[in-house]
């Protein structure tokens, strides 16, 4: 895995694009806050090709997750 911003899968495709999906992964209190109904941040996002089924970048920085959630 890559930490690079702009990582690429074998197709080309970068975290943005649209074939890409991103898998979040919570801990077991994180399950349990969201089966309250109270927000939980992830603990770990991976992006993952739909088209070559490849998983190219992870990011488990508590920091850049935060970051990123405040903009989608």
Request: proline share 6%; glycine share 6%.
């Amino acid at each position: 895995m890559t930490d690079s911003p702009a990582a690429r899968c074998p197709c080309g495709h970068t975290v943005d694009h649209k074939l890409v999906t991103r898998i979040v992964e919570y801990s077991r209190i994180g399950w349990l806050m969201i089966f309250i109904g109270i927000s939980a941040h992830p603990r770990r996002v991976r992006y993952q090709c739909l088209q070559c089924n490849t998983f190219f970048h992870e990011e488990d920085d508590p920091g850049v997750i935060r970051d990123k959630r405040r903009h989608d």
